[in-house]
């Protein structure tokens, strides 16, 4: 039987068995020479052996707890960040059958940590030497088709043409800024620099922002919140995050429509919402949204590349929050991104 492999198993059994085997004997030989007088005698000696197996099983088991003891202390170890801890095997049995594979994933696990260390280092040089290569031809562009503007001032097919593609240009130049932001928040090579913010001072950049174009399209940015409200975050990834929502926000709105910005403080959560009564998003479409190149069928004339949202939440999940959307065809959307508030233990 594979029970008997390990040998502290096979010598406890070992061990009970001679006990009963000693009970039985000295209990035949008191039969034999008491006779009738030997009840007394025999049940001392079965309280003996009852001690003895006791005393056998009660050792065995807490050389066992001890071992497991240790086993789940190593565990801990390695789940706190030592990555060299492993679980003395140098037995046999099912037990040990169990350390060893346990050591077996924390060497393959070891070895994939490592794998993906190198190969986010090398996507950090790609995603730089990438947004090198992308951002100067685009610079250049640019200013050509500035140029070419400017020289074709008397000319307004051309100049109508020329303002074409300086939309492009920024579509294209958008484009890339978010996968190259997307890519890196993938890859794990940012560092969020934390720190206390106000919520009030956030959101008003973001309108400060996009009030130019909120003017133009006749919109309304309102903001509405508590100003003592803070949050422990990387002001530029978040500020990006909420720009993104009031850009989605513009963009599915018409002129008299507002974008409003609110936020509150819970005892566990910091809420930042953005809202609009805009044309809103059809059911079908809410499980999709925050999917990457996501365009609706119902909004082709709406420009966009389908990368804000999911950058967006990136961006909170980075920041271990979440984001919740709500939105009725033709009564407005809610975007709400949740922050947890750390607690000091």
């Known amino acids: 039987m594979k029970i008997f492999v390990n040998r502290k198993i096979k010598m406890l059994f070992c061990s009970i068995f001679l006990c009963i085997f000693a009970f039985a004997v000295i209990s035949a030989l008191l039969l034999e020479f008491l006779g ?18 006791l005393i056998l099983c009660y050792r065995y088991f807490l050389e066992q707890h001890k071992i497991m003891e240790d086993a789940i202390s190593r565990i801990t170890e390695y789940l706190s960040g030592n990555r060299e801890i492993t679980i003395e095997c140098n037995d046999e049995g099912e037990l040990y ?10 060497s393959i696990m070891n070895a994939h940590a490592e794998n ?22 685009l610079a250049a562009l640019n200013i050509y088709n500035g ?3 400017e020289e074709a001032k008397e000319f307004p097919g051309i100049l109508e043409l020329g303002r ?29 620099e934390k720190s206390l913010e106000s919520v009030s001072g956030l959101a008003e950049s973001v309108k400060e922002r996009f009030a130019f174009r909120a003017g133009q399209e006749g919109k309304e940015i309102i903001l509405s ?14 500020t990006e995050a909420v720009g993104n929502l009031v850009k989605n926000a513009l963009d599915h709105t018409k002129e008299g429509n507002f974008i409003r910005i609110e936020w509150r403080a819970f005892a ?25 190149f996501y365009r609706s069928r119902f909004s082709k004339d709406t420009p966009g590349i389908g990368l804000g ?12 929050g979440t984001v919740e959307v709500e939105s009725t065809k033709g009564g407005g959307t809610s975007f709400t991104m949740n922050f947890l508030i750390p607690t000091k233990l």
């Open 36 to 53: 009738k007088g030997a009840g007394l005698p025999v049940m001392i000696c079965a309280l003996c052996m009852s001690a003895a197996i």
């Open 97 to 106: 059958r169990l350390f060893h594979e346990v050591n077996s994933l924390v």
């Open 116 to 137: 993906e260390k190198n190969a986010k280092k090398f996507l950090k040089r790609t995603i730089s030497d990438i947004s090198h290569q992308l951002k100067t031809p």
């Open 147 to 149: 140029l070419i503007q």
């Open 164 to 192: 074409l593609s300086e939309q492009e240009l920024d579509r294209i130049e958008t484009l890339v800024q978010n996968l190259l932001k997307i890519t890196k928040l993938d890859a794990g090579t940012i560092v969020l």
């Open 225 to 238: 919140g508590d100003k003592e409200t803070a949050l422990l975050c990387d002001r530029s990834w978040i």
């Open 268 to 292: 566990s959560v910091v809420q930042i919402a953005v809202k609009d009564n805009g044309s809103g998003i059809h059911q079908e479409d809410l499980p999709h949204i925050f999917k990457r």
């Open 309 to 320: 949202l999911s950058l967006t939440k990136a961006i909170a999940e980075a920041h271990n």
